[in-house]
Structure formats: structure tokens, C-alpha cells
């Protein structure tokens, strides 16, 4: 099975902050492959550098062998790549079925609509189409935003925390589906914090810490790695004085006055 | 083009600097604190320099001891602004607080030549200059840039050391924890647009003695600030010096060359040229 | 319901608007042929600024840079006025292109004062370059004998502009515009390419302004680079858009028609207070209503809410 992603050394700073060191790793297609670690590891910095939304400062990335180091996102999701936001960016005055429309569609409009309809029934949407992004839930923007994501019929999914902060039969769904698109043939790359489920959920692991790769492996590996746990709990785990990483935030994205083109 | 005017030119476009600096870093405490863009800035200085200019023509104040009275009373501008107007966009996205800024700005303007007319005035209480090294600096730009020095050293001063100072350093970092940790935001925010409005009046009153000012030049003096805290590096107070010493001599310099009209062109391309190249200014981070 | 009665509606308006400049006279034909021309600059304004978000303080740039290419065109080439209009129009749409590559990189406030310094800086060209434009002194041309011509001019614009507006609200092109307003960077990741979006956006926004800015040239016989940049051109079609309400198709139109009305009727006789009352009524806009009429429309019931235009 080959790679469909490759991280080559990826390097990124803010200020002084180096929130990626130069990790390496590959992402083997039709898997469902897992990123996990503490809060400021890195995770959601990675994924802004594999989409197109952050450029590098050293490293590669390359999608299915093509390296699309530097490429502006438009041009990444023309070869098969999606992914969703830690928190929802639905487009909130548009409508459910607008949202999905408004995703360009390579068959033409005329397919897209038949696309959309397909997906929004497939999560149960489909009634609510005439309503507003705003009007929706928590749980399901997060769906809709996921569908969304699918409109581009991607090949490897990136999932930015799809499960936070939603109910358990909303991650049931999420999973249902997540685990019919591994069944097309589809690869997922999922970031999240909810350990019971990644653990269920992902074929492989990858784990992130202070920006660099320090555990690899199947999550029954990584469940007894101890610098897994000393990354997430602190050093001699149990107990000890330092405190719980969980808390911090991320580096910031620091562009006040620019968007990227 | 000989080297004594050209350092002649440095000379005086760095002393007229340090005056805009004062304005400029008010104008970024103001977005630091708020996410807020003044647009109104320049017209607060303008409202400054009048205040000196009526002073004077009513009764030959000294500018300086008019100090005194643009100083509050800009302050209170700047309060009832907050109070009023702004304190309802805060929330939103920087884009209204700057519309509603620039209808306050336009108010400001036509108010302003209203009572005073178009024509410009001045306030050339101090004459002469002194030589120095064979420079000539103006005894009103030597004034004013001591002046304008020392109430940037008394702000800075301010903001490091009291209370309050370091309540509105704490609430430009973040408004939550700030209240978190039992700051009265709000009152930082009244505090904040007036200590700006007040630094800008301040700039104002020692700008016309140096320059001839009427009512509508505000929005040319807002782009000299803006382009000070960009090219100096957004939320850097001393940034602010840095991008003073570049408006200023960018300023002086084509006026020279050029005209006085050149010179606002001038520098607005230099402010899109850092925006576009380097957002971070000079001092700042580099994307 | 409504919608029956919508499409005839407008046809009976177009009618009368087209017969009326037989039956009245002249000062009032001026009257609404200027109405025309604010309408046609609030609603290309409202492309850029209401669809994409990007909101322009200074889009008078592209008017005077109109009226001067095609003042330029009349005087030196005797070109017919209403070609030279048209190519106004493009000489504007093309520098739109170069120079929204490069200033729509910048985010919300940057690129509004961006676009105020723009049109200041074109006036400091228009200035300068005496050989060309004779700077301050301004141009003159040859009297347009014919009002009525000039007012199908100016009302055919603003149709056009309007019909184009309509066009682009209810298609999957302007639904993205309207999602680069919302969150540029998520419509960027599903795929759509906001630089050519904005930049199309944007060059459409100036092609009109353009074109009536030549009409205006050619109206007034004389254009100097005060009256063709002045700020409060561009201001004027901040408010008129706003007030109407940013990103509808109706609301440059109803506040282009109403502030008109009012700035010819009430600051005509107090033109000390122009900008004042544009202030007031920013302030008042952005603090009480910032969609606009159109929003309390919609609140109201009168128009259905689901109705983008």
C-alpha cells in the first residue's frame, strides 16, 4: 500500500516558537491514521502546513508522490484532499444546501446538486437544507461541515477534532461515517483528544509533542509508550508536581494584517 | 545637493517624527486594546491643535501651558467617544468600528470648518531656531520634539509602572483574563481612548506650532500614524520611534524633492509596501 | 405572491423612467440622471464590498480615473463621448486587475485604507501630471448639447449594473463571493480560488464607476482632479450602499435614490454640512441598523427573508 501523504521534515515558527520541528511520517492509503498529543503540540499547525493555509519554513509535503509544498489550498483540494476545522466554520448566513453548494464541483453544477442531496441524506440532513448555517446545532454543524468537506469527493480526509464537544450518538455517526469512507477506499487523518474513541477508532497512530514525532504505531503500542504518557501527564506520570498540559493554547496564527492569497 | 541640507532635511523631519510617534502610539494603544481602528485619530489632533490655536489667538497663550487644557480636554473627547459610541463595536470585527470612526471623523471635520473655516492656521508663539553643529533646528520643532519626548517617556512610564497602566497592558493581552483577574474592562476601555485621544490632542497642540493646520488635514496626519505603527511593527511601543524616524524623514525628504502633497503619497505606498511585504513592521514578527 | 407582481412592476418603472425626460424639464432630468449615477457607483461598490467584503473607502478612484480617460479621449482624439466612456470603463476594469492582485491580499481595515489612500494618490497624480491632465486647472470639454442622451446613458448603466447585480446574487459565482465574505480562509480550503474571485469582483466594481465617470466628464464639460477624486464620492457610496443595505440588490438602490433625493433637497441649501450629516448618519447606521433598510425589511415580514436580493 503506498503512502497517499508524506511528511518530509516539516518546520514551522512563530516568533520564537518552533510549533513543528522537522517531523517525519507517511500516511498509508484506505487507513484510518490518527494524530494525537498534548494541547501546543503541533497537531493542528500540521495540518494547517499539509492544507495550503500556512507555508513551511523548512520541510515537504507531498500528496500521492506530488510534492505540494507551498501550493494555495484551492489548488490541494483540485488533487483530492479535504478537511474540516476544530471549530466549525459552516457558513453561518448561507443555507444548509447552499454550504454545500457553494463547494466547487469538478462535474459541474448540475452533478453537484445530486451530490449534495446524496451526503446531506446520508447524515440526515437533508430536511433541514432550506435552513440557515446559524440555525444548526453544534453536533450538527460539525456534520454538515464534514459532508461539506466530501463535496470535493477528496481521497484522504482531514479531520480536525470531530469529535469535541459533541453528544455520543452524534460520535456514533460521526464514526459510522467516517468508517464507510475507509470502506470506499477512502484515507482519514483524524486529530482528536477523545482517547477511548481514537484508540477504537484508528488503524495507526502517530503521536506529536513540543512539534516533534515521539511515538509511531498501532494504538495498542502507543497505549503502553511511556514517553506517550509523560508527554500528556508530565514526567514520572503519577502524581508528579508539573502540571497538566492539557491547557495551553496553540501558537498563534500571528498574520494580523494579510490573508494569504 | 550638498550634505548639510540633506542632514538638514534628516534633522528636522526626525524632530517633527518624534511628535507623530506620540499620536501614533496612541492610536495603537487604542487597537491593542480594543481591536479598534481610530479613524477619528487625526481629527482628535486637529481638535488639539485648535484648542491651542483659540488659546492663543484669544488670549497669546503659550502652547505649551495650553498643554494643559488639550490635554483633558481631549481626554474627555475620547471618554464620551468610548462611552457613547465605540464601546458598542468593540465586539465586533474591526471593519465597523472604523466605519463608525470615520462618520465621527467626518462630524469632527465639518465642525471644525464650521467654527473655524477652511483656512490654516498656526501657532507661531516660539521664533527663531539655533544652530547647532551648523543645522539650523526651529526653536518650535526643538520645543516640540523635547515636549512630545517627554510625555511619550511619561505614558511609557504609565503603562509599566501603575496600576492602571498595567491593568490596560494586561487587558490588550487578552479582555478575558483581564476580568478574570478582576480588572474593570470597561473602565480600561474608557481609560484607554482617552489616554489616546488625549496623547493625540497633545500631538496636535505641538504640531501647529510647527505647521500650519486647517480642519481637514486630520485624515492625512491618521495615515502618517498608521503607516508609523505598521512600518514600526504593530503593538510595539517602541516600534512606534522606529516607524517615526522612517515617516519622518520620508515626510521631510519629499517634501523637499518633491511637494508637501507628494510627500502623503509618498508614504502611503511606503505603509502598502510593509503591509503587503512585512505586517509586522519593522520591529514585529516577520508574517 | 410578491414575486408576480415584482417583474411587471419593474417593466412599468422602466417604462416611465424612460418616457419622463420628454415631459420634464431639464434641471430635473440633471436631477435624475445624477440619482442614476450614484445608484450605478452604490451598487458596483456593493459587489466588492457588500458580495465580497472587502470594503473599498475609496472607490472614487476608479470614477475619476474614468472621467479623466475619457475627458482625455474626447478633447485630444475627438473621440465620440459615449466610446470614450466605454473605454474609461475598461482603462478602469484594467488597473482594477494589477492592483487588487495586490491589495486584496490585505485584510478588512487595511484594504479599506488601502483604497482611501488609492484615490488620494490619484488625485495627487491627476495633480502632478500637468503635461497631461494640465493638474489643477482641470479640462474642459465641448458643451453635450443633448440631456436627454446623457440621461439614457447614465439610466442604461445603472440597469445593467443592477440586472448584473441580480445576476450574481443568484449564482453559484456570487454564492462563493458571499462565502469569501463570511470566512475567506474556509472557502479557500473547499476549494475555491478567492484571488480570482476577488480580483474578478473587483474589476467589475470599477468597470461602472468608470464608465459613468466618463459620462459625468462629458456632462459637466469640465473635470479637474478635486471634483473627480473627492473623498466624499466615495463616501457617498459607503452610505448610500449601507443604508440601503450592504450586499442586497435593492439596498444600493433605495438609499442611492433617498440620500440623493435628500443631499439635493436639504444639503444643497446647507453644503456646510454634507459631511456632517453623512457622519451622523454612518454613525447611526453602524450603531442602530448595519444591514441597512433592507434588514428592516426583512424583520418586518415585507420582504421574505429567505430573498437575497
Known amino acids: 500500500m503506498a503512502p497517499v501523504l508524506r511528511i518530509n521534515r516539516l518546520r514551522k515558527h512563530f516568533g520564537?516558537?518552533?510549533?513543528?520541528?522537522?517531523?517525519?511520517?507517511?500516511?498509508?492509503?484506505?487507513?484510518?491514521?490518527?494524530?494525537?498529543?498534548?494541547?501546543?503540540?503541533?497537531?493542528?499547525?500540521?495540518?494547517?502546513?499539509?492544507?495550503?493555509?500556512?507555508?513551511?519554513?523548512?520541510?515537504?509535503?507531498?500528496?500521492?508522490?506530488?510534492?505540494?509544498?507551498?501550493?494555495?489550498?484551492?489548488?490541494?483540494?483540485?488533487?483530492?484532499?479535504?478537511?474540516?476545522?476544530?471549530?466549525?466554520?459552516?457558513?453561518?448566513?448561507?443555507?444548509?444546501?447552499?454550504?454545500?453548494?457553494?463547494?466547487?464541483?469538478?462535474?459541474?453544477?448540475?452533478?453537484?446538486?445530486?451530490?449534495?442531496?446524496?451526503?446531506?441524506?446520508?447524515?440526515?440532513?437533508?430536511?433541514?437544507?432550506?435552513?440557515?448555517?446559524?440555525?444548526?446545532?453544534?453536533?450538527?454543524?460539525?456534520?454538515?461541515?464534514?459532508?461539506r468537506a466530501l463535496m470535493l469527493e477528496p481521497n484522504l480526509i482531514l479531520l480536525d477534532e470531530p469529535f469535541a464537544g459533541v453528544n455520543p450518538t452524534m460520535v456514533q455517526t460521526i464514526l459510522d461515517l467516517i468508517r464507510s469512507l475507509r470502506q470506499e477506499?477512502?484515507?482519514?487523518?483524524?486529530?482528536?483528544?477523545?482517547?477511548?474513541?481514537?484508540?477504537?477508532?484508528?488503524?495507526?497512530?502517530?503521536?506529536?509533542?513540543?512539534?516533534?514525532?515521539?511515538?509511531?504505531?498501532?494504538?495498542?503500542?502507543?497505549?503502553?509508550?511511556?514517553?506517550?504518557?509523560?508527554?500528556?501527564?508530565?514526567?514520572?506520570?503519577?502524581?508528579?508536581?508539573?502540571?497538566?498540559?492539557?491547557?495551553?493554547?496553540?501558537?498563534?496564527?500571528?498574520?494580523?494584517?494579510?490573508?494569504?492569497? | 545637493?550638498?550634505?548639510?541640507?540633506?542632514?538638514?532635511?534628516?534633522?528636522?523631519?526626525?524632530?517633527?517624527?518624534?511628535?507623530?510617534?506620540?499620536?501614533?502610539?496612541?492610536?495603537?494603544?487604542?487597537?491593542?486594546?480594543?481591536?479598534?481602528?481610530?479613524?477619528?485619530?487625526?481629527?482628535?489632533?486637529?481638535?488639539?491643535?485648535?484648542?491651542?490655536?483659540?488659546?492663543?489667538?484669544?488670549?497669546?497663550?503659550?502652547?505649551?501651558?495650553?498643554?494643559?487644557?488639550?490635554?483633558?480636554?481631549?481626554?474627555?473627547?475620547?471618554?464620551?467617544?468610548?462611552?457613547?459610541?465605540?464601546?458598542?463595536?468593540?465586539?465586533?470585527?474591526?471593519?465597523?468600528?472604523?466605519?463608525?470612526?470615520?462618520?465621527?471623523?467626518?462630524?469632527?471635520?465639518?465642525?471644525?470648518?464650521?467654527?473655524?473655516?477652511?483656512?490654516?492656521?498656526?501657532?507661531?508663539?516660539?521664533?527663531?531656531?539655533?544652530?547647532?553643529?551648523?543645522?539650523?533646528?526651529?526653536?518650535?520643532?526643538?520645543?516640540?520634539?523635547?515636549?512630545?519626548?517627554?510625555?511619550?517617556?511619561?505614558?511609557?512610564?504609565?503603562?509599566?509602572?501603575?496600576?492602571?497602566?498595567?491593568?490596560?497592558?494586561?487587558?490588550?493581552?487578552?479582555?478575558?483574563?483581564?476580568?478574570?483577574?478582576?480588572?474593570?474592562?470597561?473602565?480600561?476601555?474608557?481609560?484607554?481612548?482617552?489616554?489616546?485621544?488625549?496623547?493625540?490632542?497633545?500631538?496636535?497642540?505641538?504640531?501647529?506650532?510647527?505647521?500650519?493646520?486647517?480642519?481637514?488635514?486630520?485624515?492625512?496626519?491618521?495615515?502618517?500614524?498608521?503607516?508609523?505603527?505598521?512600518?514600526?511593527?504593530?503593538?510595539?511601543?517602541?516600534?512606534?520611534?522606529?516607524?517615526?524616524?522612517v515617516v519622518g524623514l520620508l515626510e521631510s525628504f519629499s517634501a523637499f524633492f518633491i511637494n508637501a502633497q507628494a510627500a502623503d503619497a509618498v508614504i502611503y505606498f511606503a505603509l502598502i509596501l510593509f503591509l503587503l511585504v512585512r505586517p509586522g513592521g519593522i520591529l514585529g514578527q516577520r508574517e | 405572491m410578491t414575486k408576480i407582481v415584482i417583474w411587471p412592476g419593474l417593466a412599468v418603472v422602466l417604462i416611465i423612467l424612460a418616457v419622463l425626460p420628454f415631459f420634464l424639464p431639464n434641471y430635473r432630468t440633471a436631477f435624475l440622471l445624477i440619482t442614476f449615477m450614484y445608484v450605478t457607483l452604490a451598487s458596483s461598490w456593493n459587489i466588492i464590498a457588500g458580495y465580497t467584503g472587502y470594503v473599498s473607502f475609496g472607490?472614487?478612484?476608479?470614477?475619476?480615473?474614468?472621467?479623466?480617460t475619457a475627458a482625455l479621449l474626447i478633447t485630444r482624439l475627438g473621440t465620440h463621448w459615449l466610446l470614450a466612456s466605454l473605454v474609461g470603463g475598461v482603462v478602469a476594469a484594467l488597473v482594477a486587475v494589477p492592483l487588487g492582485y495586490i491589495l486584496l491580499r490585505l485584510r478588512g481595515p487595511y484594504f479599506a485604507i488601502s483604497m482611501l489612500g488609492l484615490a488620494a494618490a490619484f488625485e495627487v497624480v491627476a495633480n502632478s501630471w500637468v503635461s497631461l491632465t494640465r493638474g489643477g486647472a482641470g479640462l474642459n470639454l465641448p458643451p453635450a448639447l443633448n440631456l436627454v442622451q446623457v440621461y439614457f446613458a447614465m439610466g442604461i448603466a445603472m440597469v445593467v449594473v443592477i440586472g448584473l447585480s441580480y445576476r450574481i446574487i443568484t449564482s453559484r459565482y456570487g454564492l462563493r463571493l458571499f462565502a469569501i465574505r463570511d470566512d475567506e480562509q474556509a472557502a479557500e480550503v473547499l476549494g475555491i480560488n478567492t484571488t480570482l474571485h476577488k480580483v474578478s469582483a473587483f474589476t467589475i466594481s470599477a468597470f461602472f464607476p468608470g464608465v459613468v465617470g466618463g459620462f459625468y466628464a462629458w456632462n459637466l464639460a469640465y473635470i479637474d482632479p478635486t471634483s473627480v477624486f473627492r473623498p466624499i464620492l466615495s463616501i457617498g457610496m459607503v452610505i448610500m450602499t449601507m443604508f440601503g443595505g450592504i450586499g442586497t440588490v435593492a439596498g444600493p438602490v433605495i438609499g442611492g435614490v433617498l440620500l440623493t433625493v435628500v443631499a439635493e433637497g436639504l444639503w444643497a441649501r446647507l453644503p456646510e454640512f454634507h459631511r456632517a450629516a453623512y457622519g451622523v448618519l454612518i454613525v447611526i447606521v453602524v450603531l442602530f441598523m448595519p444591514g441597512g433598510i433592507m434588514t428592516l425589511v426583512r424583520t418586518r415580514g415585507w420582504v421574505p427573508r429567505s430573498w437575497r436580493v
Open chain 1, 16 to 147: 520564537g516558537v518552533a510549533a513543528l520541528n522537522g517531523p517525519s511520517f507517511a500516511v498509508e492509503a484506505g487507513t484510518i491514521t490518527g494524530l494525537i498529543g498534548p494541547n501546543g503540540s503541533g497537531k493542528t499547525t500540521l495540518f494547517n502546513l499539509i492544507t495550503g493555509v500556512l507555508d513551511p519554513d523548512g520541510g515537504d509535503v507531498l500528496l500521492n508522490d506530488e510534492r505540494i509544498t507551498g501550493w494555495p489550498p484551492h489548488r490541494i483540494t483540485e488533487r483530492g484532499l479535504a478537511r474540516t476545522f476544530q471549530i466549525t466554520r459552516v457558513f453561518g448566513k448561507m443555507t444548509v444546501l447552499e454550504n454545500m453548494l457553494v463547494v466547487p464541483h469538478r462535474g459541474g453544477d448540475a452533478h453537484a446538486a445530486d451530490l449534495a442531496t446524496e451526503l446531506l441524506e446520508r447524515v440526515n440532513l437533508y430536511d433541514w437544507r432550506e435552513r440557515y448555517g446559524a440555525e444548526l446545532s453544534y453536533g450538527q454543524q460539525k456534520l454538515l461541515e464534514f459532508v
Open chain 2, 1 to 245: 545637493m550638498d550634505y548639510q541640507t540633506l542632514l538638514q532635511l534628516a534633522v528636522g523631519g526626525l524632530l517633527l517624527g518624534a511628535v507623530y510617534a506620540l499620536a501614533a502610539a496612541g492610536l495603537n494603544l487604542i487597537f491593542g486594546v480594543m481591536r479598534v481602528v481610530n479613524f477619528a485619530h487625526g481629527d482628535l489632533m486637529i481638535l488639539g491643535a485648535y484648542t491651542a490655536f483659540w488659546l492663543y489667538d484669544r488670549g497669546g497663550v503659550n502652547p505649551l501651558l495650553s498643554l494643559t487644557i488639550s490635554i483633558p480636554l481631549l481626554f474627555v473627547v475620547g471618554w464620551i467617544l468610548q462611552r457613547f459610541l465605540v464601546y458598542r463595536v468593540v465586539g465586533q470585527p474591526p471593519l465597523m468600528s472604523l466605519i463608525l470612526l470615520w462618520g465621527v471623523s467626518l462630524v469632527i471635520i465639518n465642525a471644525g470648518l464650521f467654527f473655524w473655516t477652511s483656512n490654516v492656521r498656526s501657532v507661531p508663539y516660539f521664533s527663531g531656531g539655533i544652530d547647532l553643529a551648523g543645522i539650523q533646528i526651529s526653536r518650535s520643532r526643538g520645543i516640540a520634539f523635547v515636549t512630545a519626548l517627554v510625555l511619550s517617556i511619561g505614558v511609557w512610564l504609565f503603562l509599566q509602572r501603575s496600576r492602571w497602566g498595567k491593568a490596560i497592558r494586561a487587558t490588550a493581552q487578552s479582555a478575558e483574563m483581564a476580568l478574570v483577574c478582576g480588572i474593570n474592562v470597561n473602565r480600561v476601555r474608557l481609560l484607554t481612548f482617552g489616554l489616546a485621544a488625549a496623547m493625540a490632542g497633545a500631538a496636535g497642540n505641538l504640531l501647529i506650532t510647527i505647521l500650519a493646520l486647517s480642519p481637514g488635514v486630520g485624515p492625512s496626519f491618521l495615515l502618517k500614524a498608521f503607516a508609523i505603527i505598521v512600518i514600526g511593527g504593530l503593538g510595539s511601543f517602541s516600534g512606534a520611534f522606529i516607524g517615526a524616524l
Open chain 1, 185 to 261: 477506499g477512502k484515507t482519514i487523518f483524524v486529530i482528536d483528544h477523545a482517547m477511548t474513541v481514537m484508540m477504537g477508532l484508528c488503524d495507526w497512530l502517530f503521536v506529536l509533542d513540543m512539534g516533534e514525532l515521539i511515538a509511531t504505531g498501532p494504538p495498542a503500542a502507543i497505549q503502553a509508550d511511556e514517553r506517550v504518557l509523560e508527554a500528556y501527564f508530565g514526567r514520572g506520570s503519577a502524581g508528579s508536581a508539573s502540571p497538566a498540559r492539557g491547557g495551553l493554547p496553540s501558537p498563534p496564527s500571528a498574520d494580523e494584517g494579510r490573508v494569504r492569497a
Open chain 3, 59 to 68: 472607490h472614487a478612484a476608479f470614477f475619476g480615473l474614468g472621467a479623466y
